[in-house]
Every structure is written in C-alpha cells, then in structure tokens.
C-alpha cells in the first residue's frame, strides 16, 4: 500500500455522533452530511457504522451518484438529496429511493410525472430560503409549493427545512441574522400547520445551529463539519465535545544532508542557513497537501514539529530536520489530524481556508483505512 494515507476513526465518528444525540435530545433525529464523499473521509465505511450503531436516521448527499454509490454498496435507510437535481436526472431520484429537496413548481411537476409513468409516490422535502439566498423557495410562496404537493397524488411532503449561513459564528450581527431566520421558519411552518396539512420533518440546524441555537434543534438536525471533528469557525462555542476523526499521513522515504548555502525544491525558495539534514516525505498537492503551505507547513515525526522546506511539489515534500536527527527512513510523519498537534484547523488557518477544502481535497489515489 502506498506510504501516503489517510486513517478513518471509526469510533471517534460514532463518537461524535453520540455527543451530538445528547446535545440535541434523543427524541430528534439526525441527518449526516455525507456529502462529497463524507467530506473526503468515505461515505460507506461512516454510514454503515452510524446506521448500525443506531444513531443516525438520514444520509445527507450533494449528487445523485452518491446516493448511487450509497444504495451498491448496500445502504438501505432514507437518502436526502440536498442540493437540487436536475429533470434528466429525476429518474435517479425513483430508481435509488433518494428523497429530493424541492424550491419550486417546475420541479416537483417533473418528479410528479415520472412517478405518474411508475405509479408511484415521491416523498419531497421544501427547502425554504430564509436569508442564505442559494436555493430554497421564498417564504411568502411555501404554502403555494405545498398546496400543490398536497394535490398531487404522486408526491407526498416529507419535511420542511431551511439552511443557516452564518450560525458558526457568536459575532452579534450573525446571532441576529440567525435568530430571524429561525422566526421567519417558524412562521412559515405555522402558516402550513394552520392549512391542516402535514409539514412531515421539520430541520433547520447545520453544525452552527446544533452549536448555538438550540431553538433551531425542531424534529432533526443535519450535522455536517462536527461529524468529523471539527469546529465549523474558529470562534464557535465547544458545547460539543468532538474528536478528529482523519488523520492524513505519510513516511520518510529519503534523508539526505545539504550543506549551508544549498536550495530546495522547485523555484529554489528555500536556502539552507547551516549544514542540514533534508528528509523526502511522498505526499504533495496531488494527493491534497496544499501548495500554499510551501516554506510555512510543519509536519510530526517522533512527536517532534518539522518545517516544511521549499514549495511542495505534486507527489512530495521535504522537511527541515535540522543539524542532527534520530529519523529514520520509513518513519511516519503526520500531515495532520489525528492526536497531533498538527490539526486540520491549524493547516487550514496556514493555507488562508477552512478545515472543509482541506479534508473534501484529499485526492482519491490516497487510500482510506478504516480502524
């Protein structure tokens, strides 16, 4: 197996999971972000675990082809499709059991007629936009959206959500946005209560929202960063006590002394101050080891912190050791994540992003081990 790797923690996930139930109550439900592949950690091996231990009822997903690749690899539980698909695509929505996000008409006419051809029923969730502006129907038409759900024999509404934009923060102006999000929602679904019509699952609350507002818990959450460890901002509060479940590793492949004066890598950017010790680490851009962490990267060998030296390259690094050394050729080196002191949420703030980009990054030539 190649030396670059990726190390799923199957249990600091369940974990996570757990500390959410607790937070949330054990009456609500859960709906994992597995989006983009579980956010780069691998999407079967983590709902497998979380639906057989119980602790999770959805499977959030971004594409049709991941609800494809969920339902062959044997998932059987309720599949929500978060992002909208398009009418050549709804087919997949009938022939992997996948229940759709809806925003408007159009839409639902195309899902209403292929279950017509199929006699069957399509359960839909309405996304209501509340401020985030991406999708979702407005607030002033859901009742419209949902009457016509309600009349059309081959739909049936499942739930009502909305998405928060700015909840992972605690600055005052997003608490406010957030707040009026959560009562225009509420209105909305009071609105549809009062129709007698059955609004199904309620849900609003992302990472955010589980952290710092729990007026937005409703019927289910959709937890997505915190599943895997991470805080979705650097300011949110830690109600939630989380574990890192990647690690991103590599080993020592090579060891070399340069002499004071010498440079490294591509662009030369890098100069030796004094006799040094260089190591070759086989993990670089291509596998997800971002470019901007060039000279500025530190990486753990031994327990030890090392810098990065020079630009990294698409298949490599190298690492300063310094004027002496106990490293070995084959020792591992830890990328991030993990115990480490090296986090994701460190690496990130270097590259100028967010621990997201870095774990979605993660090439698919690295293997994912589950332990």
């Known amino acids: 197996m190649r030396s670059t790797k990726v ?81 050549e695509e709804v087919p997949g929505l009938f022939d992997y059991n996948i229940i759709p996000f809806v925003a408007d008409i159009s839409y639902l006419a195309d899902i209403a007629r292929e279950g017509a051809k199929r006699n069957s029923v399509k359960t839909v969730h309405l996304k209501i936009d509340t401020g985030m502006n991406r999708i979702g129907c407005r607030p002033e038409d859901a009742l419209k959206i949902v009457q016509f759900i309600a009349e059309n024999k081959n739909l049936k509404l499942g739930g009502l959500c909305t998405h928060f934009p700015v909840s992972d923060t605690v600055n005052s102006e997003d608490r406010e946005f957030t707040l009026n999000q959560i009562k225009i929602f509420n209105s909305v679904v009071n609105d549809i209560r009062e129709k007698k019509i059955d609004t199904g699952i309620i849900h609003a609350a992302n990472s955010g929202g589980i952290l710092h507002y729990p007026e937005s818990f409703f019927d289910m959450v959709r937890p997505g960063i915190i599943l895997f460890g991470s805080y979705p901002d650097n300011s949110a509060e830690r109600k939630i006590e989380i574990k890192p479940v990647m690690t991103f590793e590599s080993r020592v492949v090579f060891i070399k002394k340069i002499k004071k004066g010498a440079r490294v890598s591509y662009g030369l950017t890098w100069q030796a101050n004094e006799d040094t010790f260089i190591a070759t680490v086989p993990a670089g851009y291509a596998d997800g080891y971002n470019r901007h962490l060039s000279n500025k990267g530190k990486v753990e060998i031994k327990g030890k912190i090392y810098p990065v030296a020079g630009r ?15 490293i070995e050729t084959g020792d591992k080196v830890i990328l ?18 967010i621990p997201y980009e870095l774990y979605c990054n993660i090439n698919k030539r690295v293997p994912r081990i589950s332990v």
Do not use: P, W
């Open 312 to 326: 990294v390259c698409m298949d490599q690094i190298l690492i300063n050791l310094g004027t002496s050394h106990n």
């Open 336 to 353: 991030f994540g993990g115990d480490s002191a090296i986090t994701c949420e460190s690496v990130a703030d270097l590259c100028g992003t």
């Open 7 to 87: 190390i799923i923690n199957i249990n600091n996930f369940l974990s996570n999971l757990r500390n959410i139930k607790e937070r949330i109550g054990k009456e609500r439900k859960i709906c994992m972000a597995l989006k983009a592949d579980g956010y780069g950690h691998g999407a079967e091996a983590l709902s497998k675990a979380a639906f057989s231990s119980g602790l999770a009822d959805y499977a959030g997903i971004a594409a049709i082809s991941e609800g494809v690749q969920l339902r062959e690899s044997g998932i059987k539980e309720d599949i929500l499709l978060l992002s909208l698909a398009l009418g």
